[in-house]
C-alpha cells in the first residue's frame, strides 16, 4: 500500500513522514512513527482534528523560547510528552540577509553554527525520539533547517545513505511558495531582501555533511562523539523506527 510522505494541512506547509527511507542494511523506517513539520502553533479547527488522527505521542519544538511566545505552541501541549529544545543559539534573520552573498554557503555556515553550539539540546532530541512514547514529531519554524539538521542526523544513525539524507532535505522546496507567502502575509511593511528565502535545495545539507566530515571526520562521529549518542541509545532508536 502506497504511503504518503506529505501530510496535507490548511495551514501547516511541511508536514511530513519519515517513513520509507532505506538503511544501508537494507531495512526501512517505518511509516507513521516519526514526523518532521513547520510549526505546530499553527495548528487549528479541522487541522487540530487531522493531526490528532495522527496518534502523536511526542512532539519536540526546536525553536527558541521567545519565537513559542510570540507565535504559539501546539494546542493542549499537555496531552504530549512535550519538550521545547532550542538547538540553535545565535538569531539571525533569514529575510535580511545580504543578496549578495553565496547563500547555501551562508546557510551551511549558520548550521555548523547550531551543530557547535547545540550539542546538549540535539542530544535530549535524539534521546527523547528514541525513548519517548511514539509516534512523534519534531518542529522549528518553517521545518527547513533546525528540523532538517535533527532530520539529517537521525538518518544518520539510522544508517541511511546520504542521497537519501539529501532528498528528504530537499522537499522542504516544495514548500518554499506557501512559506514565502506566509512571511509577506505576516510583515505587510517590510521588503523580503533576500530570493533564497525559504529556500532549501540538497546543496545545503551536501555541504552541512561534508563540513561535519572535515571537522569530526563523519556526521555519525559527531553525533556519537561531541553530541553524545550512547551505542545504546542509536540500538534503541532503531528498534524503535525501523521494520
Same mark, same amino acid.
Given at each position: 500500500?502506497?504511503?504518503?510522505?506529505?501530510?496535507?494541512?490548511?495551514?501547516?506547509?511541511?508536514?511530513?513522514?519519515?517513513?520509507?527511507?532505506?538503511?544501508?542494511?537494507?531495512?526501512?523506517?517505518?511509516?507513521?512513527?516519526?514526523?518532521?513539520?513547520?510549526?505546530?502553533?499553527?495548528?487549528?479547527?479541522?487541522?487540530?482534528?487531522?493531526?490528532?488522527?495522527?496518534?502523536?505521542? !511526542?512532539?519536540?519544538?526546536?525553536?527558541?523560547?521567545?519565537?513559542?511566545?510570540?507565535?504559539?505552541?501546539?494546542?493542549?501541549?499537555?496531552?504530549? !510528552?512535550?519538550?521545547?529544545?532550542?538547538?540553535?543559539?545565535?538569531?539571525?534573520?533569514?529575510?535580511?540577509?545580504?543578496?549578495?552573498?553565496?547563500?547555501?554557503?551562508?546557510?551551511?555556515?549558520?548550521?555548523?553554527?547550531?551543530?557547535?553550539?547545540?550539542?546538549?539540546?540535539?542530544?535530549?532530541?535524539?534521546?527523547?525520539?528514541?525513548?519517548?512514547?511514539?509516534?512523534?514529531?519534531?518542529?522549528?519554524?518553517?521545518?527547513?533547517?533546525?528540523?532538517?539538521?535533527?532530520?539529517?542526523?537521525?538518518?544518520?544513525?539510522?544508517?541511511?545513505?546520504?542521497?537519501?539524507?539529501?532528498?528528504?532535505?530537499?522537499? !522542504?522546496?516544495?514548500?518554499?511558495?506557501?512559506?514565502?507567502?506566509?512571511?509577506?502575509?505576516?510583515?505587510?511593511?517590510?521588503?523580503?531582501?533576500?530570493?533564497?528565502?525559504?529556500?532549501?535545495?540538497?546543496?545545503?545539507?551536501?555541504?552541512?555533511?561534508?563540513?561535519?566530515?572535515?571537522?569530526?571526520?563523519?556526521?555519525?562521529?559527531?553525533?556519537?562523539?561531541?553530541?553524545?549518542?550512547?551505542?545504546? !541509545?542509536?540500538?534503541?532508536?532503531?528498534?524503535?523506527?525501523?521494520?
Amino acid at each position: 500500500m502506497p504511503h504518503d510522505r506529505h501530510i496535507e494541512f490548511e495551514r501547516l506547509h511541511n508536514f511530513r513522514d519519515m517513513g520509507g527511507y532505506r538503511t544501508a542494511d537494507g531495512r526501512t523506517l517505518a511509516w507513521g512513527t516519526l514526523y518532521r513539520a513547520d510549526s505546530l502553533g499553527k495548528l487549528q479547527g479541522a487541522d487540530w482534528d487531522r493531526f490528532l488522527t495522527l496518534g502523536i505521542r !511526542t512532539v519536540i519544538d526546536l525553536r527558541y523560547p521567545w519565537e513559542i511566545d510570540a507565535k504559539g505552541r501546539i494546542p493542549e501541549p499537555e496531552r504530549f !510528552t512535550y519538550a521545547n529544545l532550542s538547538i540553535e543559539h545565535r538569531p539571525y534573520d533569514q529575510a535580511a540577509i545580504d543578496p549578495a552573498l553565496d547563500p547555501w554557503r551562508y546557510l551551511a555556515d549558520r548550521f555548523a553554527e547550531v551543530a557547535e553550539d547545540g550539542t546538549d539540546e540535539i542530544r535530549r532530541a535524539i534521546e527523547l525520539i528514541a525513548d519517548g512514547p511514539g509516534p512523534a514529531v519534531f518542529h522549528c519554524a518553517s521545518g527547513k533547517d533546525r528540523t532538517g539538521l535533527i532530520a539529517a542526523l537521525v538518518l544518520t544513525l539510522l544508517d541511511v545513505p546520504e542521497e537519501q539524507i539529501l532528498a528528504d532535505f530537499a522537499l !522542504t522546496e516544495l514548500a518554499t511558495a506557501r512559506l514565502t507567502a506566509d512571511w509577506h502575509a505576516a510583515h505587510p511593511g517590510r521588503t523580503l531582501h533576500w530570493p533564497s528565502y525559504g529556500r532549501a535545495p540538497a546543496t545545503v545539507m551536501a555541504l552541512v555533511l561534508a563540513d561535519l566530515t572535515t571537522r569530526y571526520g563523519s556526521p555519525s562521529a559527531y553525533v556519537t562523539g561531541p553530541v553524545g549518542i550512547t551505542p545504546d !541509545t542509536v540500538a534503541r532508536l532503531r528498534a524503535r523506527l525501523l521494520d
